[in-house]
């Protein structure tokens, strides 16, 4: 089977800086993404990763470990328009693969 | 930057009606999917779609959906027959060759079975 898990809610200060987790177990992988979905709209695409480390782009990383089945996303400098759910996805083959979702975090920026 | 785009926003059906939700995907893109989110659940994988046929589909996906490439842009959804358990968004989302290439979503239509 597929899991994947990750906190339903998370709060942080506007300004600070917040890590969303996402730990993994699924029949294959061949990569993660994460995405950004703000109430009632679309997921849209943040970082992906495949290979073990650290992607870096803008306020926004995202680190794998292959071999612990973990992930996770650093925000930084918080601002109150990050508050959104944020989804993990696994793709578990490679081809025509669909994404395997986590139920995502649902993170709130207070001020 | 290019979108997908997904019509109408919002359906509202009667139970046992047919159904079809429309996506148009990004212009270059070539493979297609689609996905659903019950309220306040997660993301769930319904269907791909590449070089006009199914590439695979989920367990959700029975015989009471069809999708279809009518045209060289359009990519749509049938449910035959709606039943209240169908209420849902509906995501379309396509993407480019190369496996790296990350899935861009539509801003879904919402189903409202009654």
């Known amino acids: 089977g597929q899991n994947i898990d990750q906190p339903t809610e998370m709060t942080a200060t506007e300004g600070a800086i917040v890590q969303i987790n996402c730990t993994y177990q699924?029949?294959?992988?061949?990569?993660l993404f994460w995405y950004q979905q703000h109430a009632g709209e679309a997921p849209t695409f943040l970082s992906y990763?495949?290979?073990?480390g650290l992607e870096e782009k803008g306020r926004f990383s995202s680190f794998l470990s292959r071999s612990k089945g973990y992930s996770y996303l650093l925000l930084k400098e918080l601002q109150m328009k990050d508050s959104a759910s944020y989804l993990c996805?696994?793709?578990?083959?490679?081809?025509?693969?669909?994404?395997?979702f986590g139920k995502g975090t649902r993170l709130s920026v207070i001020a | 930057e290019p979108e997908v785009t997904q019509t109408p926003s919002h359906q509202v059906t009667q139970m046992g009606q047919e159904v079809i939700l429309r996506c148009v995907p990004i212009?270059?893109?070539?493979?297609f999917y689609w996905y659903r989110q019950i309220l306040g659940q997660k993301v769930e994988f319904l269907v791909s779609?590449?070089?006009?046929?199914?590439?695979?589909k989920s367990e959700i996906f029975d015989d009471q959906f069809s999708v279809e490439r009518p045209d060289g842009s359009n990519f749509t959804l049938k449910i035959r027959s709606t039943k209240l358990e169908d209420s849902a968004m509906y995501f379309c989302?396509?993407?480019?060759?190369?496996?790296?290439?990350?899935?861009?979503f539509g801003d879904g239509t919402r189903l409202s079975i009654l």
């Open positions: 990763n495949v290979l073990d």
């Open positions: 779609f590449y070089n006009n046929e199914i590439s695979e």
């Open positions: 996805a696994v793709r578990t083959t490679s081809g025509n693969t669909p994404l395997v």
């Open positions: 989302a396509s993407r480019t060759d190369g496996k790296n290439q990350p899935q861009h």
């Open positions: 699924t029949s294959g992988f061949n990569g």
């Open positions: 212009s270059n893109h070539l493979y």
